[in-house]
């Protein structure tokens, strides 16, 4: 069944990058708790209307560049489906709505919606034309969604759960960049400005750095975690057993000139998926159980 453009244009495939609102309350093991467990679905929601807003108006801004696009020629907006006048009312109505319910749980997960919010147009309109501020202001965005779960379920993070989530999330928006250019050649900028920037050879090294990186944090936020809470079982240890996998697994995935589009490798790869049910279910027994 075909979805009706203005619900395509909303991409409510992306809203799955939003349960990293979970990912703090989760470790903290609080999501066993109603009260708690509501607040994040909030800060869940909050988000996705917001995002879904910010879509409309970088698919209005980009309209002309989409239109030559192999694939994103296709979007609402870009293929004439969705009028512009229309996209920018929803677009409009979305973002201050999603921001209006991310201060219901707590008013600072509200100013983390509002920077998510600014950071996203501040991407859309210059960043994203800049080289490498346009992969940190990408990945700045996913740390900005733990931030706004952990802020609207009282829950603090630690330094290595920070750093975890800032480097992991920049292995995935590089390698979104990589897999671009492997799909479109080097040097070849019609469809993103900044790919002209980038080389194969670059992205590499930054995919490295970013994966070294993200596995040294959450080693050290593993066993920091299992210190601090006392735990019997080796489940945390054991965790950073299926992140890897799973890291690793994504990195073959962008050599084999997947990765464009994250969410639909996450959503078709069947090993990733078995994988990130196993790191949950090893690391929720070190949190609920042991």
Same mark, same amino acid.
């Given at each position: ?8 244009e ?10 990293? $609102? ?19 679905? #909030? ?5 996705? &209307?917001?995002?879904? +807003? ?26 004439? !489906? ?15 709505? +999603?921001i ?5 749980? =707590? ?7 509002? $920077? ?8 859309? %309109? ?9 992969? !940190? ?7 900005? *969604? ?6 609207? %379920? ?15 999330a ?7 960049? /990589? ?9 070849n900028?019609?469809? *993103? ?7 194969? =050879?670059? #992205?590499?090294?930054? !995919?490295?750095?970013? &994966? ?23 489940? /945390?240890? !054991?965790?950073?057993?299926?992140? #890897?996998?799973?890291?690793l ?19 078709s =790869? ?5 994988? +990130?049910?196993?790191? $949950?279910?090893?690391? +929720?027994?070190? $949190?609920?159980?042991?």
């Amino acid at each position: 069944m075909t979805m009706p453009p203005l619900l395509r244009e909303a991409r409510p495939k992306q809203w799955t990058k939003n349960v990293l $609102v979970f990912a703090a309350p989760g470790a903290a093991g609080v999501l066993n708790e109603w009260g708690t467990l509501w607040q994040a679905l #909030l800060s869940f929601v909050a988000l996705s &209307l917001t995002a879904s +807003g910010t879509y409309f108006w970088n698919d209005i801004l980009d309209v002309e560049a989409d239109r030559v696009h192999p694939t994103k020629c296709r979007r609402p907006i870009a293929a004439g !489906l969705v009028n512009i006048d229309v996209a920018r009312v929803v677009g409009t109505l979305l973002l201050l709505s +999603g921001i209006a319910i991310g201060f219901i749980p =707590d008013w600072r997960c509200g100013v983390a919606v509002v $920077v998510y919010a600014v950071l996203t147009v501040c991407y859309s %309109t210059v960043l994203k034309h800049q080289p490498v501020l346009d992969l !940190l202001a990408i990945a700045a965005g996913f740390v900005v *969604r733990a931030i706004a779960g952990a802020e609207a %379920t009282s829950v603090e993070m630690s330094s290595w759960f920070l750093l975890c989530a800032s480097f992991g999330a920049l292995f995935i928006v590089t390698g979104k960049r /990589y897999a671009e250019i492997k799909e479109i050649g080097e040097g070849n900028g019609s469809t *993103r400005s900044t790919l002209t920037f980038y080389s194969l =050879d670059y #992205l590499r090294m930054v !995919l490295a750095v970013s &994966l070294g990186a993200t596995l040294v944090a959450y080693c050290t936020w593993a066993f920091a975690t299992k210190e601090i809470s006392g735990a019997s079982w080796p489940s /945390y240890e !054991l965790s950073i057993v299926p992140m #890897l996998a799973a890291l690793l697994r994504y990195l073959l995935a962008l050599e084999q000139g997947r990765g464009a589009a994250p969410e639909e490798v996450f959503a078709s =790869d069947r090993t990733l998926q078995v994988l +990130g049910v196993v790191w $949950v279910i090893i690391f +929720g027994l070190g $949190v609920y159980v042991s």
